[in-house]
T-cell receptor
Framework: ETGVTQSPTHLIKTRGQQVTLRCSSQSGHNTVSWYQQALGQGPQFIFQ???????GRGNFPPRFSGLQFPNYSSELNVNALELDDSALYLC???????????FGDGTRLSIL | ELKVEQNPLFLSMQEGKNYTIYCNYSTTSDRLYWYRQDPGKSLESLFVLLSNGAVKQEGRLMASLDTKARLSTLHITAAVHDLSATYFC??????????FGSGTKLNVKP
């Protein structure tokens, strides 16, 4: 079965720009979550999508937004990029409640 | 917001020794997960603990969950170099919203 895939793998942006990161969920998984992992830190929950609706949000400002599509793929959009947004962004999908999340390899975003 | 604390944050140990990593969390949850992360890599699921008293073992690693104490442990038996990695616990606050600890960076020295 195909796992969780993310694109691009690396990205460099400058302050004030906007970025879109993409994630394809594992087959059969209808829930996708996004996390931000700063260097040397644990992943921080950004938000979760279930059947195309936002289903919970962590402590991130509105300039972090997302979408989930009918095929359960997902996007993370970040506007007005700041230096502190430099991090590894992880997408994870799950087949259901109580099941472990399967993580993609992440997108490493660097803000100059 | 749910808080998850791991300790120690860094652990350097000799091969063949035993040690325990602790994970405390701040609010009620009966779903806890352990992940492994190698440098530059993504997260690999190790254990899923879904009830009070749950114990899971895989090779030299054993995880347990005490929901009343809001505590999970990851015990390493007779460590080997291949176990060197960063280990994270994650607590499900409800409906798959995971809150992670800061991680324990384990270095097993030959």
């Amino acid at each position: 079965e195909t796992g969780v895939t993310q694109s691009p793998t690396h990205l460099i942006k400058t302050r004030g720009q906007q970025v879109t990161l993409r994630c394809s969920s594992q087959s059969g998984h209808n829930t996708v979550s996004w996390y931000q992992q700063a260097l040397g830190q644990g992943p921080q929950f950004i938000f979760q999508y279930y059947r195309e609706e936002e289903n919970g949000r962590g402590n991130f400002p509105p300039r972090f937004s997302g979408l989930q599509f009918p095929n359960y793929s997902s996007e993370l959009n970040v506007n007005a990029l700041e230096l502190d947004d430099s991090a590894l962004y992880l997408c994870a999908s799950s087949p259901g409640v109580g099941q472990p999340q399967h993580f993609g390899d992440g997108t490493r975003l660097s803000i100059l | 917001e749910l808080k998850v604390e791991q300790n120690p944050l860094f652990l350097s140990m000799q091969e063949g020794k035993n040690y325990t990593i602790y994970c405390n969390y701040s609010t009620t949850s009966d779903r806890l997960y352990w992940y492994r992360q190698d440098p530059g890599k993504s997260l690999e699921s190790l254990f899923v603990l879904l009830s009070n008293g749950a114990v899971k073992q895989e090779g030299r690693l054993m995880a347990s969950l005490d929901t009343k104490a809001r505590l999970s442990t990851l015990h390493i038996t007779a460590a080997v170099h291949d176990l060197s990695a960063t280990y994270f616990c994650a607590v499900d606050s409800g409906f798959n919203k995971f809150y992670f600890g800061s991680g324990t960076k384990l270095n097993v020295k030959p």
